[in-house]
């Protein structure tokens, strides 16, 4: 297991220093002179030249590539060029808001996608199962940044118990920075809980045709234990999959949700970045967005281990 | 067929009980056929609809009348105008032209490219397998969006670069669908015969291997549509995407989000126009995935 961990550890470090190289070599394509841009446009000629010195833009690119590299592995992501501030604490900053809806709505993805999931399955054929199907379909067919926009129609605009978007401020009270956060992440949740129940569902009912859940019935095993202890346990382990893919497309997602919301997390701050042309902004928000993915993806390797005892990392895993 | 009764032995029994098989076999037969008939028929109609937009759709979709701006629904105006008075419904229509054109188009770069990768890879191993592989690693590892988004990111945003940059981020999953089935055909008897009589890599992969691997990856990619209609909208929505004054239904309904409280018709419109696609393909999707997997095959029966 420690072995499988660091392979895939030194495999995470190959990818994302791959990564670094894709993210900084398509940045350079970039039109527009990052010189030009920062000096303004009324600018002449040796001003532009002199912040093109200031700032090695006539360097070789492979030499431009090593000089933020080393740069990003200390934790220098180096200045924004708009904001004129180190990246490194915008960014974990705007992180740190996006990382709150995002792993609410990631939790309530778990809880219910899966309780749906399962409760489908259980009453297969049965209303409730079919219920969580149309559900799920018309969850899955429209994007999450026109639920969005219907959310803020019926609970902003014609309820008008919620505000439209923005954020909070702890400092108002609980009450009002939390309310900021309702729209968000119930849109970020809609179209992933579809997904998971989906999945769920699907697993579980092979899992429940199975030839060990038949023992355990024909034991005279009570129906909720064979569900909970016999069932769930090999029914969830496509869905850990699933979950550490979701966390993926929440990453994504959240770029769209806040901009739909106006809310100032990663998603918003990257937006910006690419509209502005800020280049530092734009690689280590990339950068940092792919990062926590890949990690994602680890945990969900290591709990699969965890769970499914078939798999016993080791030899065969390379 | 033993009875669902007797003891429960190790293995040589059916998965499930005798009933609920027969039950499900007759379902089967039921479900699969309606799916994709309504899949089939539903995108049918909305394909003739887009090819027909410019002729059916009762405005251009461009005409601007300061006298009509923000109606809401109405006889002459179906679903009502939007800022510049440009009727939506007409809009509605043509959107639905480039929102299909973008989705088809999209999984057809990703066919294109990853296709040829995997067979190579399934079939010819080694290190070719191991660099398109683990290159394949590497884009996985980016949440879709933002692979998209750092191909956009780049330079001035067009409609044929989001179909480029869309079609990319599906490429790593055709090319390991494509690599996984590949791999199993590389075995078989007449794949083995055509390599015995000397033929070339190109002809077994071209007319051995290819035309027996379509059928999971055509399915495969029917699916991949949907996703690539949302994700094409996700991206031309947060402005990468297609341009003003283009009737894209993600840009559409950016235009009309500062718009709500006044005009929310303008932003409904293209996002129930975008489910109904959605809907329609993955019904398509899900009809010949049930149609032609084994796997549901084998459980019907």
């Known amino acids: ?318 | 067929m033993p009875h669902p009764d007797a003891a429960p032995s190790e293995g040589g029994l059916p998965k499930a009980g005798r009933l609920p098989r027969r039950r499900r076999r007759f379902q089967a037969i039921r479900q699969a056929p309606l799916k994709l008939l309504v899949g089939a028929v539903l995108l049918t109609v909305l394909v003739a609809v887009a090819a027909a937009a410019p002729w059916i759709a009762p405005y251009g979709f461009e005409d601007m009348s300061i006298l009509k701006r923000l109606k809401p629904p109405s006889a002459a105006n179906w679903l009502g105008t939007d800022e510049f008075g440009r009727d939506v419904f007409s809009r509605m229509l043509m959107g639905a032209r480039l929102s299909l054109m973008m989705g088809f188009a999209a999984t057809a770069v990703s066919l294109v490219i990853g296709v040829p990768l995997g067979l190579w890879a399934g079939y010819r191993r080694g290190p070719v397998d191991e660099i398109i592989m683990r290159s394949t690693d590497v884009l996985l590892s980016f949440p879709p969006i933002m692979l998209g988004l750092l191909m956009l990111a780049v330079t001035p945003p067009s409609l044929w670069k989001l179909i480029i940059a869309v079609g990319i981020v599906y490429v790593p999953s055709t090319v390991r669908l494509t690599r996984s089935i590949t791999l199993g055909l590389a075995g078989e008897e007449f794949v083995q015969a055509a390599r015995a009589r000397g033929e070339k890599t190109f002809y077994i992969l071209h007319a051995e291997i290819l035309p027996n691997a379509w059928p999971p990856i055509m399915v495969e990619a029917s699916l991949r549509v949907t996703f690539a209609i949302l994700l094409g909208a996700a991206l031309s929505f947060i402005g990468l995407g297609a341009q003003p004054p283009s009737s894209d239904w993600g840009l559409m309904i950016s235009e009309a989000r500062p718009l709500l409280d006044r005009a929310p018709w303008v932003a409904l419109a293209p996002g129930l126009a975008m489910g109904i696609t959605v809907i329609a393909v993955n019904l398509l999707g899900d009809g010949l995935r049930e149609a032609l997997d084994p796997r549901t095959k084998r459980r019907g029966g």
């Open chain 1, 1 to 318: 297991m420690t072995l499988y961990f660091l392979k895939r550890l030194i495999g995470i470090v190959l990818i994302l220093f791959v990564m670094s190289l894709l993210v900084f070599g398509i940045t350079q394509i970039m039109p527009g002179n990052v010189a030009t841009i920062l000096a303004g446009q009324f600018a002449d000629a040796s001003t532009v030249a002199a912040i093109e010195q200031r700032l090695g833009l006539n360097d070789p690119a492979y030499l431009q590539y090593w000089r933020w590299f080393s740069g990003v592995v200390v934790g220098d992501f180096g200045q924004s060029l708009v904001m004129e501030r180190p990246v490194l604490p915008l960014i974990l900053e705007a992180f740190a808001s996006s990382a709150i809806l995002a792993g609410l709505a990631f939790v309530l993805v778990t809880v219910f996608g899966i309780t749906l999931g399962v409760v489908a399955a259980v009453r297969e054929n049965r209303f409730s199962d079919h219920a969580v199907s149309v559900f799920s379909y018309i969850g899955i067919s429209v994007p999450e940044f026109f639920w969005g926009i219907v959310a803020i129609l019926v609970f902003a605009r014609y309820l008008g118990w919620l505000p439209s978007g923005g954020a909070g401020n702890l400092n108002d009270g609980v009450l009002a920075w939390v309310s900021h956060l309702v729209l968000p992440v119930i849109t970020l949740t809609f179209t992933l809980i579809a997904h998971v129940s989906r999945l769920t569902r699907s697993s579980m009912i092979d899992t429940l045709r199975s030839q060990y859940v038949r023992n355990a019935r024909a034991k005279g095993l009570p129906e909720g234990h064979v569900i909970r202890r016999h069932a769930l346990r090999n029914a969830l382990l496509p869905t850990i999959t699933v979950l550490a893919i979701d966390v993926g497309w929440l990453m994504g997602n959240i770029v769209v949700v806040e901009a739909v919301f106006s809310y100032p997390g990663i998603g918003r701050l990257l937006l910006f970045a690419i509209e502005r042309h800020d280049l530092p902004l734009i690689q280590a928000g990339i950068l940092l967005i792919a990062a926590v993915y890949c990690f994602a993806n680890l945990i969900a390797d290591i709990l699969y281990g965890y769970f499914n005892p078939k798999i016993r990392y080791g030899h065969a895993a390379s």
